[in-house]
């Protein structure tokens, strides 16, 4: 065997594995412990949402939008519902609005709890996995005592929300808030100074402020680089222009800062629950909706836990949507990952993995790579179509 | 009492006692997977009843399916479950593995899971509460134990 030549060991992970609960499969070139090449094949969670959205009528699509991603299923829905509703012409009461806005800074608080968990997991600290997953049920009572259910809790209403705040529900959240921001203090002491994660975390995985900016990173993800990308401070949606947001940042870039940012994050949250829970606006909780929309298209955005969220909409006239198109953040940051792990070592990849925070049925889309070697000739939609035929035959 | 008979007991006394779970996400919307990883943690806590999530499935024994079965999850789906040794249990978590849920009729969707494998027990939900998981478990444990018992029950109810 001629040992000069240099071997090309490939590593391949998923779609079914241990260390994400979602299917999505990894090859990693590695050169002994070091990687060299990284790729990402996706698509075993798509489903094919965005084509369904246009056979079901506007309040049908708002429960099928909202079960594109159980986790953050509730900024889906805001942003459709915003969307909607701008194409309509409607204005939802203020109250509305800010329930709106209490649900999703609930929901990021559970989504970030989540990921501390997920994250401590894949550093292999599982006692912080089961503490933070612990803590993380008080947000789930809050929410279910809410709207009456743990996930998918479909808050939204095209014009308004279902749910009314009363005192006892008040009271029931701030005795929550203030557990949850006692425990998240331990949390920021731990994975600032506990010694054995930091050798995971601190200086693994950086990301520049450059490298950032051009992968086109967004939420924590970015924010712990230094970039300051927001979409509530910079295109305040809901009830967010009356309930200003501080942005957390923080410019290591490296995995501790996406720790230290996402639990900064959940002060900020706190804070904002708290204020939208003293100035909550009296009124109605739904303006009335028409049932059929004019033609027009519009674009609407809104903050998820794991950064922007994109939706476009355009409606032809009739009850349906003509075409609903969905970017997520995912799909956004996990460039971020092929390019991290290559030159890392392969025990850090699940933790560069698990850094962006990735949710692969939020990120399921039709997506064609083009490696260096394919033919870059555009395919008309007839040889589109056979070529799914003939996959699909074999 | 043959000493087939208390081989066999003896199995089934250790199999009863810790079942190592698989998981499996078909294409799920995350929601019944984060449901199913809250059970494992402190307040529900399935270890109690000896279940371990394991990451491979040549050591388990109970695969635990969500969501409705993509195109692209179909193979593996079948690949999964034929690496786990017999006997095998499938649970179906979610209105998605049981019927395909709000994602019937997408092109990309085949349906649901007893489509592509035998499921021994469905649980119903969007998603399904932590306890009615632990419940479709307990539930499944209780039907190894004693099989005959269990399809009188059922049988009657």
Known sequence: MDTTVPQRFVVPIGPQHPALKEPGHFEFTVDGEQVTGASVRLGYAHRGIEKATEGRNWVQNLYLLERICGICSHV????????????????????????????????????????????????????????????????????????????????????????????????????????????????????????????????????????????????????????????????PYAAYPDFPVKVVTATAGDLEARFVVRLQELFEAYRLIRAVLEKLPPGELQARMPRKIKPAETVSRVEAPRGEL?????????????????????????ASVCVLAVGSQLADVPMILAGVDPCFSCNDRMVTVYSGDTDHTQWTWKQLRQYGIDYYRR | MTWQHVVDDIRTWARVNSPWVVHFNTGSCNGCDIE????????????????????????????????????????????????????????????????????????????????????????????????????????????LKNPVLEETIQEAG
């Open chain 1, 76 to 235: 889906h829905a805001t942003a459709y519902c915003l969307g909607v509703e701008k194409l309509a012409g409607v204005t939802p009461p203020p109250r509305a609005q800010a329930i709106r806005v209490l649900v999703a800074e609930l929901e990021r608080i559970h989504s970030h709890l989540l990921w501390l968990g997920v994250a401590a997991h894949e550093a292999g600290f599982d006692t912080l996995f089961m503490y933070s997953w612990r803590d993380r049920e008080t947000v789930m009572d809050i929410l279910e005592a809410l709207t009456g259910n743990r996930v998918n809790y479909s808050a939204n209403l095209l014009g308004g929300v279902k749910f009314d705040l009363t005192s006892e529900l008040t009271d029931k959240i701030y005795k929550g808030l203030e557990l949850l921001e006692e425990r998240t203090y331990q949390y920021v002491d731990v994975v600032t100074s506990d010694a054995t994660l930091l050798q995971r975390t601190r200086g693994v995985g950086v990301t520049t402020r450059e490298q950032a900016e051009q992968l086109g990173l967004v939420g924590p993800t970015a924010r712990a680089s230094g970039v300051e990308r927001d979409i509530r401070v910079e295109a």
């Open chain 1, 310 to 334: 994109f939706y476009f909409i355009k409606s032809n006239g009739t009850d349906q949507p003509e075409r609903i198109k969905v970017r997520t953040p995912t799909l956004c940051n996990l």
């Open chain 2, 36 to 143: 199913i990883l809250a059970i494992l943690t402190p307040r529900y806590d399935a270890e109690r009843f000896g279940v371990k999530l394991e990451g491979s499935p040549r050591h388990a024994d109970v695969l635990i399916c969500t969501g409705p079965v993509t195109r692209q999850a179909r193979d593996r789906l079948l690949r999964v479950y034929e690496q786990m040794p017999e006997p095998k249990f499938v649970i179906a978590v979610g209105s998605c593995a049981i019927s395909g849920g709000v994602f019937q009729g997408c092109y990309n969707v085949i349906g649901h899971i007893d489509e592509v494998i035998p499921v021994d027990v469905y649980i119903p939900g969007c998603p399904p509460r932590p306890e009615a998981i632990l419940d479709g478990v307990v539930k499944l444990l209780g039907h």
